[in-house]
């Protein structure tokens, strides 16, 4: 079984910067995308950023992009989220997840449980 660990996550200030890393575990090496997505509190699961497992192309929300960056170390089987410029918006609880492709909704998908990120002054 797939099992993902996201830290990283705390109260950060607007305009500031988080680093979120994700260790996976089991039998990941079948499935080639990995993600983030975010939930908002009374909000949907909403997608972020998607990677493949050859780190080649990467791939974010128009909510994100420019500020967000998504990277694998693949010796340590190991997912980051790197969130710079930060907003309110931006609160949310951040998962990483693993399926065959980079954007959530696959039929098989994995995910763990959860940092909280606040972003607020």
């Known amino acids: 079984q797939v099992q993902l660990v996201e830290s990283g996550g705390g109260l950060v200030q607007p305009g500031g910067s988080l680093r979120l890393p994700c260790a996976a575990s089991g039998s990941t090496f079948s499935m080639h995308g990995t993600m983030w997505a975010r939930q908002a509190p009374g909000k949907g699961l909403e997608w972020v950023s998607g990677i493949y497992s050859d780190g080649v192309e990467s791939y974010y929300a128009d909510s994100v992009k420019g500020r967000f960056t998504i990277s694998r170390d693949t010796a340590k089987n190991i997912l980051y989220l790197q969130m710079n410029n930060l907003k309110p918006e931006d609160t949310a609880v951040y998962f990483c997840?693993?399926?065959?492709?980079?954007?959530?909704?696959?039929?098989?998908?994995?995910w763990g449980q959860g940092t909280q990120v606040t972003v607020s002054s």
């Open positions: 997840g693993k399926a065959w492709g980079v954007v959530a909704g696959a039929a098989e998908e994995y």
